[in-house]
């Protein structure tokens, strides 16, 4: 079962009774017929059963899931149906999806053993391989790379935030910390038999035995409990998609106000204006009791601004002014027509079996049938209007809000801590500030503008390798730290490692971003470095001038203003020797990072070819592959990375592969004393000198140069191998071994060639 497939219908409050409530009154015993499926036990497991011609398919369901962990334990699920799936040496065919609220197996059974498969399933939950759970955790690492958030996982995260059903949203973080005892007792508690559920649709086998624990317990349903926003609001996202998601209670009325809906956003987007592709309905279950229930709109692209401003009115039109009779009896029809087809009672058998796990009796399809004919006008639109008063859209990145009265989410902290205050070492505006306290953190925008994470609420501290940090508070609201970015930034980077309890904190292991160049360090004229070398070369002249007419002056005057002159030109001309030195000098960026190489932005564009996305990793990565091989990284960089050198060392993985990892960056805190100041030189856009190493012409100590004239074109179709990859990297790495030779043999040279060079620049 995934999201998508959660059932679209849910009766009265009243009417959701508990399961113990419909236990005691002996409405649920074996074999009683409700809305086409009926209810029995497999296997000693609840099962929902609609008899229909055919193989039979559907999903074994355990009540465990995203929301029942923490942000820096999620991945617990994950990883217990990855085991039980199975590795390529013994999988089991069956599919399997975790959710906010469930773990699932699916089947197919045209050409599957049920009977052996569910049995060798019910071995593996009852005793997993522990010695396994690296393989796993591989496997689900896979399952995550390159996923992006879906609209609604953006708008689940805005509505819940790091908790609850909200953690469905984001990435499982607990693979690393979860160990084998933790694993056991998650096993035991929640894939047992008394938290499990079955349903299936086609013929009925008779010989299924899951061989699950009798014991363990029903997890108690986390509570689907949204953030106090202010509604209406909205997120974004780059996925191109617009979306409306609201949480309600579903019911016909509202089924028959989404009916309404579709038809008006049919009519005025896609049949009058050509805004839109298409239009889609989801509903994803949260607590048995509500729902996210959205609508997808596949926009035309070109016309994203116009197409969000008619949605938006056609929304409102709709919660504003009741709709008349004729409209709402044509929706009617439809919602009651829908409800004799097949695949809506399959549906309804689905939707049985997941109310019964999350402890709510399933209604009957005769009742949802007369409460659908029986709605009024004034009920269709009261329970539409209060659905939309829980509105949050979704819109592409880049594309505004027409309406000022729907403000965008996240929001601004309410609250600010008081402490010590680090300065910005770039000023970018006004008032920006980072404060750490006892109570927590705030970086101040200036004015009312501030995020703040405080101790007592913080989810998680994510902790990046290049020292960066991201408190993630439970009101939704991240405060994300890049120490280069602040004077003093380590002191404070160390505070909030402190101020954090360890259970919180989440190792990401990589980049936290794109380190900040001054603005100042991106231009380095010739003509500016040709006056600084005149004032330095006139100073001393200037100097020796003013002492010499110090000893000689005849009278005081002279004397005070040659002796000034002097003065002033000797401490000219040491702030100008200074500001070169540091500015030649490696690491001499007041402290700040170099960023030697980054990935182009063909990356993110979702318009270049997958071929041109994949080469703008190779020359990096064949660098960074290098270095890996030579040994010249960091300690830091090598104890983060220790597992991904050691498959770049054996080619289990390519260069291009890690150097992806690691945000295509290839920044100077990676690599020790050497490498820098190899790559300070090597890396430069204007190369420092141009030796003949190997004595042919055209070659500059210059690594594009090198790159371009020894990695090859890239293929003109396709995509790239790891074979390929370590084919560039044979022929480059024999052209880096010598360029690398050549210059430990001239590094004093180029020491000095430094002070009368412009600083370097290594990004365009």
Request: proline content about 6%; hydrophobic content about 40%; overall charge negative.
């Amino acid at each position: 079962m995934t999201q998508a497939e959660t059932l679209k219908y849910l009766v009265h409050t009243a009417d959701l009774r508990p399961m113990t409530i419909l236990e005691s009154d002996a409405v649920a015993a074996s074999q009683t017929p409700m809305g086409g499926w009926t209810r029995t036990e497999l296997g000693g497991i609840p099962a929902y059963v609609l008899d229909t011609p055919g193989p039979p398919r559907g999903e074994l369901i355990f009540r465990v899931g995203r929301a029942d962990e923490s942000l820096p334990t999620t991945g617990l699920s994950d990883l217990v149906r990855r085991m039980a799936l199975g590795f390529t040496d013994a999988p089991l065919d069956l599919t399997s999806s975790v959710t906010g609220s469930t773990t699932s197996f699916g089947f197919d059974a045209t050409s599957t053993d049920l009977a052996a498969t569910f049995a060798e399933l019910g071995e593996r939950l009852s005793m997993p391989d522990l010695d396994r759970i690296d393989d796993a955790r591989d496997a689900i690492r896979d399952e995550q790379n390159g996923r992006d958030l879906d609209e609604i996982a953006a708008i689940s995260r805005a509505r819940f935030g790091p908790r609850g059903q909200g953690l469905a949203a984001f990435e499982p973080y607990g693979l690393e910390r979860a160990g084998g005892e933790e694993m056991r007792a998650w096993h035991s508690r929640y894939f047992t038999a008394a938290n499990a559920v079955l349903w299936i649709v086609g013929e009925v086998p008779t010989d299924l035995d899951f061989g699950l624990r009798e014991d363990g317990e029903r997890r108690p349903l986390a509570e689907a409990k949204g953030l106090p926003h202010p509604f209406p609001a909205w997120v974004s996202s780059n996925n191109a998609r617009v979306a409306l998601a609201v949480q309600a209670l579903e019911s016909p009325a509202l089924e028959i106000g989404l009916e309404m809906l579709t038809r008006r956003t049919h009519e005025f987007m896609r049949e009058r204006a050509a805004l839109v592709h298409g239009t889609r309905i989801r509903h994803d279950v949260l607590d048995g009791a509500t729902s996210h229930v959205s609508m997808l709109l596949d926009i035309v692209g070109t016309r994203a601004g116009e197409a969000i401003s008619t949605f938006v009115t056609v929304v409102n039109r709709l919660a504003d002014t009741r709709p008349d009779v004729r409209e709402i009896d044509e929706a009617r029809e439809i919602v009651l027509a829908r409800m004799s087809d097949l695949e809506w009672r399959m549906a309804q058998t689905t939707r049985a079996a997941n109310l019964e796990l999350l402890g709510y009796a399933p209604p009957t399809v005769e009742y949802q049938r007369s409460q659908a004919a029986a709605l009024e006008a004034a009920t269709v639109h009261d329970t539409f209007r209060a659905a939309l008063e829980t509105t949050i859209y979704h819109l592409p990145t880049g594309v505004e809000m027409p309406a000022e009265s729907c403000p965008k989410l996240p929001r601004w902290s309410r609250v600010a801590v008081e402490g010590h205050e680090f300065e910005p070492a770039v000023a970018r505006r006004d008032g920006q500030k980072l404060i750490v306290a006892q109570a927590g953190v705030t970086i101040s925008e200036g004015g009312n503008h501030h995020r703040t994470s405080l101790v007592k609420s913080c989810a998680g501290l994510f902790k990046w390798a290049d020292g960066g940090r991201e408190l993630m508070d439970a009101t939704g609201i991240s405060v994300r730290i890049d120490p280069s970015e602040w004077i003093d930034g380590d002191a404070a980077i160390e505070t909030i490692d402190s101020l954090i309890p360890m259970h919180r904190h989440i190792e990401k292991g990589r980049r936290l971003g794109v380190p900040e160049v001054a603005p100042d360090r991106r231009r380095y004229p010739t003509n500016r470095l040709r006056f600084q070398w005149t004032v330095l070369l006139a100073t001393p002249i200037i100097a020796l001038w003013g002492l010499s007419t110090a000893l000689t002056a005849s009278s005081t005057p002279a004397l005070i203003a040659s002796f000034f002159a002097a003065l002033g030109a000797g401490v000219a001309g040491w702030a100008y020797l200074r500001r070169l030195l540091r500015d030649t000098s490696i690491g001499g960026r007041s402290g700040r990072p170099e960023i030697y190489d980054a990935a182009s932005k063909n990356y993110d564009d979702p318009q270049a070819s997958l071929m041109v996305r994949d080469h703008e990793f190779f020359p990096g990565g064949t660098l960074l592959a290098w270095l890996v091989n030579r040994n010249l990284v960091s300690v830091s960089f090598g104890s983060t990375s220790a597992r991904d050198m050691s498959q770049v060392r054996s080619r289990s993985m390519s260069g291009p592969e890690m150097y992806q990892k690691w945000n295509g960056l290839l920044v100077s805190d990676m690599l020790d004393e050497e490498a820098n100041e190899f790559l300070f030189d090597y890396m430069r856009l204007e190369p420092i000198i141009r030796p003949s190493v190997d004595g042919k012409s055209g070659y500059a100590f210059n690594f594009r140069i090198d790159y371009q004239a020894l990695g090859g074109a890239p293929p003109t179709a396709g995509t790239y191998s790891s074979s390929h990859a370590w084919n560039v990297y044979d022929r480059v790495s024999e052209r880096l071994d010598s360029q690398f030779e050549w210059w430990k043999q001239n590094r004093k040279m180029l020491r000095v060639k430094r002070v009368v060079s412009a600083p370097p620049r290594f990004l365009p």
